[in-house]
T-cell receptor, first 115, second 113 residues
């Protein structure tokens, strides 16, 4: 049973550039969430996708956008990169409507460095 | 808004017991989760409490008091492999609205021989 996969694992960009990160959810999951984790801090919620639509959004600027495809995979796009965007970007998948537990399965993350 | 407070670091020896406290303030509350993250790794789910009381899973237990907006994770019979960061997280929206998690800053647990 394949878990959550993300690509690439590492990425180096310069300020002002654009980046696209990719995520494939765990088999059987239909909801994808993206989190940003700065060094030494907890993950911060960016947004969540379900049925190819953004359902919830955290306190992130419009430079952060996303997409979900019919096969439930997802992309995170960040435009006009800033030094402060350097972080580990985590994708988490879950099955919508599950109750009794709150398990989200996280991928290994993409380490983005902005120079 | 939402905020979660947990200690930044705890050090203990192998075989000991460690309790990581978490207090939270949220506009809505549907449950408290705990995640473990080793350096360079992904957060992995440990436990979830939606109702008051203690949940036990092997060496790890988690407790929730909704009236006190407080929970804790108990790590028993500490092993070297338990050295990691532990995060409490609140789910503040339920049902079809989604399951966004708000995380605390994390507690770094260092287990010494």
């Amino acid at each position: 049973d394949a878990g959550v996969t993300q690509s690439p694992t590492h990425l180096i960009k310069t300020r002002g550039q654009q980046v696209t990160l990719r995520c494939s959810p765990k088999s059987g999951h239909d909801t994808v969430s993206w989190y940003q984790q700065a060094l030494g801090q907890g993950p911060q919620f960016i947004f969540q996708y379900y049925e190819e639509e953004e359902r919830q959004r955290g306190n992130f600027p419009d430079r952060f956008s996303g997409h979900q495809f019919p096969n439930y995979s997802s992309e995170l796009n960040v435009n006009a990169l800033l030094l402060g965007d350097s972080a580990l970007y985590l994708c988490a998948s879950s099955l919508r409507g599950t109750s009794g537990t709150d398990t989200q399965y996280f991928g290994p993350g993409t380490r983005l460095t902005v120079l | 808004g939402q905020s979660l407070e947990q200690p930044s670091e705890v050090t203990a020896v192998e075989g000991a017991i460690v309790q990581i406290n978490c207090t939270y303030q949220t506009s809505g509350f549907y449950g408290l989760s705990w995640y473990q993250q080793h350096d360079g790794g992904a957060p992995t789910f440990l436990s979830y409490n939606a109702l008051d009381g203690l949940e036990e899973t092997g060496r790890f237990s988690s407790f929730l008091s909704r009236s006190d907006s407080y929970g804790y994770l108990l790590l028993q019979e500490l092993q070297m492999k338990d050295s990691a960061s532990y995060f409490c997280a609140v789910r503040d929206i339920g049902g079809a609205a989604g399951n966004k998690l708000t995380f605390g800053g994390g507690t770094r647990v260092l287990v010494k021989p």
